[in-house]
């Protein structure tokens, strides 16, 4: 990440990972409005939330889509399976979910408390 006058920001969660350009196409008859208006464009991001376990095996994927829009700031949505990751190194063997369960693991609670305060 960039380094400014104040220092570097370190990435914790979500480091490794991928981006690409994608592009909305609308064909029409749905009732998508919101984030889909005036999108054509954008980014999505392939990400693991920690380096993969390959011994137990682990991995926690995730997922975030940002649309570019004509005259609206940029809108975006981030998904994932659980925080406490899955038992395949399969990245798609689960359904990413914008509404994720309860960690189950005592030391992830504080990133849960985190998360619950950005959703609505």
Same mark, same amino acid.
């Given at each position: 990440?960039?380094?400014?006058?104040d220092g570097c920001r370190n990435k914790t969660i979500h480091a490794q990972g991928d981006v690409a350009k994608i592009e909305w196409k609308?064909?029409? =008859?749905?009732?998508y409005t919101g984030m889909f208006r005036g999108a054509d464009a954008g980014y999505a991001r392939l990400s693991v939330a920690k380096p993969p376990d390959t011994k137990t095996? !682990?991995?926690?994927?995730?997922?975030?889509i940002k649309l570019l829009r004509d005259s609206a700031d940029s809108a975006n949505f981030v998904s994932m399976f659980s925080?406490? =990751?899955?038992?395949?190194?399969?990245?798609?063997? !689960?359904d990413f979910k914008n509404h994720i369960?309860?960690?189950t693991s005592i030391a992830l609670k504080p990133l849960e408390a985190?998360?619950?305060t950005q959703t609505l």
């Amino acid at each position: 990440m960039a380094c400014y006058w104040d220092g570097c920001r370190n990435k914790t969660i979500h480091a490794q990972g991928d981006v690409a350009k994608i592009e909305w196409k609308d064909f029409g =008859g749905h009732p998508y409005t919101g984030m889909f208006r005036g999108a054509d464009a954008g980014y999505a991001r392939l990400s693991v939330a920690k380096p993969p376990d390959t011994k137990t095996p !682990n991995l926690a994927p995730g997922m975030a889509i940002k649309l570019l829009r004509d005259s609206a700031d940029s809108a975006n949505f981030v998904s994932m399976f659980s925080v406490d =990751g899955q038992d395949t190194l399969d990245f798609f063997a !689960n359904d990413f979910k914008n509404h994720i369960p309860d960690a189950t693991s005592i030391a992830l609670k504080p990133l849960e408390a985190r998360f619950a305060t950005q959703t609505l």
